[in-house]
């Protein structure tokens, strides 16, 4: 497993998941693509890129006088992370309240749901066991 640090905000995941989707970019490339429809500055940019290349999330490689930036973990990587931290975040200390809220809420939003995240739990379970 790679070592990371998740993206901070939604620029920078915004930029992470540009790169996912190019393969590789310039920062040049990534500012015309990104910043420039939101109104960034091209240094935000450069510094959006830099964050994420000093968390691990993202390599760089020199071509010419630029350097061309890469995704250094999959997207899955980053989405199983993203989620423990956020359940981590909700759940707290005590998670069994914010457990069986959860599941509350689940069941008013829609029942059917409840099926779903029964048979997820039975899957994980079946999968921790080796079986």
Do not use: C
Not at 4 to 31: C, I, K, M, N, T
Not at 61 to 81: D, H, I, Q, T, W
Not at 88 to 106: D, I, K
């Amino acid at each position: 497993m790679t070592s990371f640090r998740l993206p901070g905000d939604d620029l920078e995941y915004a930029a992470l998941a540009e790169l996912w989707q190019l393969g590789s970019a310039s920062v040049r490339d990534l500012h015309e693509r990104l910043g420039v429809p939101a109104g960034y500055v091209y240094t935000t940019t450069a510094k959006v890129i830099d964050r994420l290349h000093d968390k691990g999330l993202i390599t760089r490689r020199r071509e010419g006088s630029a350097f061309v930036y890469g995704p250094a973990v999959a997207p899955g990587e980053v989405e199983r992370a993203r989620a423990r931290h956020l359940m981590s975040r909700f759940l707290g200390p005590g998670p069994h309240a914010a457990v069986a809220a959860l599941v509350e809420a689940v069941g008013e939003i829609d029942p059917n749901l409840l099926e779903a995240l029964e048979q997820a739990i039975r899957d994980k379970r079946n999968s921790s066991r080796g079986t």
